[in-house]
Structure formats: structure tokens, C-alpha cells
């Protein structure tokens, strides 16, 4: 039985590709499959990607157009199996220590839709620092029931396979489609649940998704999202990570149009830079006991 699909939309991204699902299948568990939907790529990650499912180190795999970012993601939501899915995305960071201490609560409470945990966010350009998030305070408003939503990322997330014929997958016309689904999820009043560690850590760099957002038409949809979830919290056009990321990935490609620079860290072995990256999420999260906060 699977209990768990990692799933992962990717479009020619192979070199931040190789070193995810590298991570990703060092430890995978024998309940656990790794779902992947290509774009249709035009670099070689269609060659690497058959090679991995031609020898079972990846489970379900297509490779076609997708209509936008969501259509992919939903496509690989419903290729899953697991009783869980987890998103991966194929150029942030993650902790499957982490992962699998929600895997475990998720088995345990079968009532639980969803769990979300805190977050971590870095820039290639300046890999050293890793800021740190939470949504703990906005959670607890809402789990109190002081206010019907709130937003959070999906990067973190964890979701009940079972609960997408109640919550849904993502919404295609949107283009912060974590943003809108997380104000959909609390809106419906999902049971989601809070873990305190960090499940993911987000890196942006000039190849980001969010960093080539048409801001305007964000502001647009956040303002009918606002109105239609009952959301008048913070940053409601969107979400304070997604805006960091966005200005992070647009000053790096600005940096970048100005020619090459060999010292700069975006040149630099990205292995090494992802390396210190799993190594700082893994011993943050093996630094502190963390707990799980019912949201109901």
C-alpha cells in the first residue's frame, strides 16, 4: 500500500531537477512512490526522467503540454496513489525527516486534511542567509475562529489524497494558485493541522516561477479572492512569501542582464549551494523537538 506520493511538475529546470529528485530518492520508503509531470521539456530532462521511470526509481510519469502551472500539478495530483501527497517542487529545498513526522501524524488522525508547518526562504544570490517564517499566529486566529481564512504556502504542505473530492485541486485560473488554495482550504474549514518544525525550505534565483509574475493581474485576482473567501488579513493581494520571492528572483535577473560575473554564487556549483542548504534545514529540524497543533 502507498502511503505517501511526492509529487512533482517540472519544465526545463533539469540541472535544480537532478539534485531534488537525487534527495528525494537517496531515502524513499517502500510505502512511498515519486510522481512526475514534464511540461514537455525542450532540454534533456525528458531523457533523464524516462531513464529513472525505465528503472523504477520513479513510479508515474508523463511528459506533455501543460496549459499553465497548475494544469500540471493537477495532473500529477491525480496520478497519485498514496493515501498522502506531498508537492515537491523541483528547485526549493526539503526535510524528509520532517515530511514523514507529518506522514506519521496524517496515518494516525485520519481526520486530518491537511498539515501545514513553518517556513524557510533563501536567495541564490545571497545562499548564506535563510530567513525564517511562520503562519502559527495566523493559524491560531483562524483555528479560534476570529477570522474564515487564511493564507499560507503550499511548499510545506502536506494533503489527504481522500480530501481532494472536498477541498479540491488547484484552481487553473489563477496564477498564485497555492495563495488561492490556501484561503479555499481554511475557507471550507478543512481540518489542517500545524506542525512547528520546517518541512521545506523556498530558494529563489532568476529561473523562480514567481519571479517572472505579471504583478498587476496577481493584484487583480487577490482582490476577488479577498472578496469571495472573506479575507481581509494580512498582504491580501498575496502572500508575504510569494512577494518576497517575486522582488528576489526579478533583482537577481536584473543583476544577471547586466553580463556575467563569474564570482557571482548564480554561476557557482549549485551543488554546493543546495548541499548547504539540506544540511541547514536537516539540523534545524534535528536541533529542537517540534510538535503538531490540531486545528479543530
Avoid at 531513464?51 to 510519469?61: A, N, Q
Avoid at 529545498?93 to 517556513?119: E, G, H, W
Amino acid at each position: 500500500m502507498i502511503t505517501l506520493s511526492y509529487i512533482i511538475a517540472t519544465r526545463n529546470r533539469l540541472p535544480f531537477l537532478k539534485i531534488t529528485l537525487e534527495n528525494l530518492m537517496a531515502g524513499l520508503q517502500p510505502d512511498e512512490e515519486i510522481v512526475v509531470v514534464d511540461g514537455a521539456s525542450t532540454d534533456d530532462t525528458v531523457a533523464y526522467l524516462q531513464e529513472l521511470f525505465d528503472t523504477g526509481k520513479i513510479h508515474r510519469f508523463i511528459s506533455e503540454p501543460d496549459k499553465n502551472q497548475a494544469h500540471g500539478w493537477n495532473k500529477a495530483m491525480l496520478l497519485a496513489k498514496g493515501t498522502l501527497i506531498k508537492k515537491i517542487i523541483d528547485d526549493d529545498v526539503f526535510c524528509y525527516a520532517a515530511i514523514r513526522q507529518c506522514k506519521t501524524y496524517m496515518l494516525n488522525n485520519p481526520q486530518v486534511d491537511v498539515v501545514i508547518s513553518n517556513d524557510l526562504g533563501s536567495s541564490l544570490s545571497n545562499y548564506q542567509q535563510v530567513d525564517h517564517y511562520s503562519r502559527l499566529p495566523q493559524f491560531k486566529q483562524w483555528a479560534e475562529g476570529l477570522t474564515p481564512s487564511f493564507t499560507f504556502g503550499d511548499v510545506h504542505m502536506l494533503v489527504r489524497r481522500s480530501s481532494l473530492a472536498y477541498i479540491g485541486l488547484y484552481n487553473t485560473s489563477y496564477i498564485m494558485m497555492d495563495w488561492e488554495y490556501a484561503l479555499r482550504i481554511s475557507y471550507l474549514k478543512a481540518n489542517i493541522a500545524y506542525y512547528t518544525g520546517y518541512n521545506a525550505l523556498s530558494v529563489a534565483h532568476p529561473q523562480t516561477i514567481t519571479s517572472q509574475k505579471n504583478n498587476s493581474l496577481i493584484t487583480q485576482q487577490g482582490k476577488k479572492a479577498q472578496q469571495f473567501y472573506d479575507y481581509a488579513g494580512d498582504s491580501a493581494a498575496i502572500s508575504n512569501w510569494s512577494k518576497l520571492k517575486i522582488m528576489a528572483g526579478k533583482a537577481i535577473y536584473r543583476a544577471n542582464q547586466t553580463g556575467p560575473n563569474s564570482n557571482s554564487p548564480i554561476n557557482a556549483d549549485i551543488q554546493l549551494i543546495y548541499s548547504y542548504y539540506y544540511q541547514y534545514i536537516n539540523s534545524l529540524n534535528n536541533q529542537a523537538s517540534f510538535t503538531f497543533i490540531p486545528g479543530s
